[in-house]
């Protein structure tokens, strides 16, 4: 969480920083700032709330020829306030720091300042580390740096700029990213591609413990030694076009349409002559012959992938499938437990979840070779996995997931027809028959697109609910876990996902007159079942929205109060179709309630904090 920029160049650096937090500002969004050496200054305009209140505040300055940095906030200690956001300045003002993530002996280091007299104006912990850099500062800002993050422990990417240095920005990282864009005649700093796409598509991914020293002509790395590291440039292969929302509303709704062509792409990047080639990931015979069981590990929605791709690979690899959450999963007490010949795989679209993160390296600790899914090349996740399967969604801005999720899932299908086939729990003709499914799903979502007017009218009736229900069994079950989650992220009402064999148990006692169930029965063995539980709701007064495919709409006729109709399909590959009326769902609700939809409160899209 948090944006972190710094830019040293000719250009006027306003323009970039700003740019480049608004790029950011899915990282957060609680406050923003910007520190620049202008008129032999240093000066700091920082503010509560939205980029547009910065931009206010500046009124038009520009900057030239000189540097600075700037952050986007989302706060960890202390309020959103003007006096927490960052940058955080040394008691003289001459120095300024931004900083992404937690630093966890924060009081310590607090108290040892305090009793040296300096005074502390913020809440936050990134005000120790401005303190702490001048402490150390003897007249070479990277060495006060190098001195100051060994103190630290926890997380940290951070920028700094100093008056007596005005021609330098010092960033270091552990746990949270950092990467600098190389430009001609200027460079620039920042916490993921999009903020530097218009500026260059070469960049420097800094390692943890690395310190990089920035001028207009050079960048120099360094180790926690002092000593130089040869650094390899990394190709970024996104586009800016991918971060804009290019005449559409929201970048919600824009992803949400960009699905079919990411669903497309992320399939036929590894399907050659109708064969899934899962070499990236080294899902070779010898090791799918030898696996006996798959753990996965992911955080939000990754994790929902990951519980859809549990049905799917039991299913048809007929191999026990282990799903966690990341954050548990590390904190496994004495510790998680990871069995010889068990295949580990971490789901992360950002590739930079803190706990994410952390599981893959608890998993390396007790020896096993981790398999990573990731949207973003060069991410910590995807640098860090023995064998990484990219999909190929583009850059994915809105804070809630759509296409990162979905393409996430359609990689698991994969994993699991290639275990099918080669164990041979699914015949060569299924193993075809599956290929074809999965070929078909961009255009059904097309389909399912192109009738979102039912999803609109449905979310314009329903928009002032207080809680609403979404239940399925099986397969049906764990796409509702996202179905859920995308209209509680989106539009603050609360839901709850059941398996809707176990609602009986508890929840439908929360079922009065007119509460909203949602239910998704795509799996005909399971239909009679969901239908019966259909009743029990009814029966208590709940208004009941089925959706099913079109061969099996009559069933619910009866008892539901609206039916949605998929295309027809094979039901294994129905709860991919499902996820996008949902989404819409979530998205319509959310508008017709007047949320910010891109940016809902309280979320971040990258949490590289635990
Ligand atoms: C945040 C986002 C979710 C996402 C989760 C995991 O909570 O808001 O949309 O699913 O992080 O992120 P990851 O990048 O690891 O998939």
């Known amino acids: 969480m948090c944006g972190i920029v710094g830019y040293v160049g000719k250009r006027d650096l306003i323009p970039v920083l700003v740019g480049g937090l608004r790029k950011l500002e899915y990282r957060g969004y609680d406050s923003a700032g910007v520190a620049f050496l202008k008129d032999d200054r240093l000066n700091v305009v920082k503010c509560k709330g939205r980029l547009t209140n910065l931009e206010e505040k500046l009124g038009g300055v520009s900057v030239e020829g000189s540097i600075g940095i700037g952050h986007t906030r989302w706060a960890t200690h202390g309020e959103p306030s003007d006096i927490n956001a960052h940058p955080q300045t040394n008691a003289v003002g001459d120095l300024a720091v931004v900083h992404n993530g937690i630093i966890e002996n924060f009081r310590q280091l607090k108290s040892w300042l305090q009793a040296k007299g300096i005074r502390f104006v913020s809440e936050t912990d990134t005000e120790v580390i401005a303190h702490l850099v001048n402490y150390y500062y003897e007249g070479d800002l990277r060495s006060a740096v190098l001195k100051a993050v060994k103190m630290l422990e926890g997380s940290y990417a951070i920028g700094v700029i100093c008056l007596n240095e005005p021609d330098r ?37 800094l390692e943890d413990n690395e310190v990089a020293e920035i001028t207009e002509n050079s960048i120099e790395v360094f180790d926690t030694l002092g000593n130089r590291v040869e650094k390899e440039v990394f190709k970024v292969d996104w586009n800016l076009d991918q971060a804009e929302k290019g005449g559409w509303e929201h970048f919600m709704i824009k992803e949400i349409h960009e699905q079919p062509v990411a669903m497309h792409d992320t399939l036929m990047a590894r399907l050659h002559d109708d064969r899934i080639d899962l070499s990236e990931i080294n899902l070779n015979e010898e090791i799918i012959r030898s696996i006996t069981g798959i753990k996965i590990v992911a955080c939000g929605s990754a994790y929902h992938a990951g519980v859809l791709g549990k049905y799917v690979i039991e299913n048809i690899g007929r191999i026990p499938v282990d799903v966690d959450i990341a954050s548990e999963f590390r904190y496994r007490m004495p510790s998680p437990i990871l069995s010889e010949n068990e295949l580990f795989i971490v789901i992360s679209q950002s590739g930079e979840t803190a706990d994410t993160i952390a599981a893959l390296r608890e998993a390396h600790k007790k020896g096993a070779k981790v398999i990573a899914i990731t949207n973003v090349k060069g991410s910590t996740v995807s640098r860090e996995a023995d064998f990484t399967m990219h999909t190929q969604a583009g850059i994915e801005v809105a804070v809630a997931t759509s296409k990162g999720y979905l393409t996430q899932v359609l990689c698991l299908y994969m994993i699991a027809a290639e275990i099918g086939r080669i164990r041979k729990t699914i015949t060569e003709e299924e193993y075809s028959a599956f290929i074809d499914n999965l070929k078909r799903i961009p255009d059904c979502l097309r389909e399912i697109l192109k009738e979102k ?158």
């Open 169 to 205: 920005i010092i960033g270091a990282k552990k746990d949270s990213p950092l990467i600098i864009g190389l430009g001609k005649g200027e460079n620039i700093l920042a916490s993921d591609f999009p903020a530097l796409l218009e500026y260059t598509k070469e960049v420097y991914i």
């Open 453 to 610: 007017g039912q999803i609109q009218q449905l979310a314009a009736s329903r928009f002032s609910d207080v809680h609403e229900f979404f239940i399925g069994r099986g397969m049906d079950y764990a796409l509702m876990m996202e179905g859920s989650l995308k209209l509680k992220e989106l539009s603050y009402i609360h839901s709850e996902t059941y398996a809707a064999g176990e609602l009986k148990h508890g929840p439908i006692a929360l079922i009065e007159d007119n509460t909203l169930v949602m239910v998704l029965a795509t799996q005909e063995a399971l239909i009679d079942k969901v239908v019966s539980n259909i009743r029990e709701v009814k029966a208590r007064g709940a208004f009941v929205v089925a959706m099913t495919m079109n061969r099996y709409a009559e069933k619910f006729e009866h008892d539901s109060d609206l039916i949605i109709r998929l295309p027809d399909i094979d039901d294994m590959f129905a709860p991919i179709l499902a996820a996008v009326p949902y989404q819409l769902y979530g998205y319509y609700t959310a508008v017709n309630k007047g949320c910010d939809v891109d940016k809902p409160r309280n979320l971040a899209k990258s949490v590289t904090v635990e």
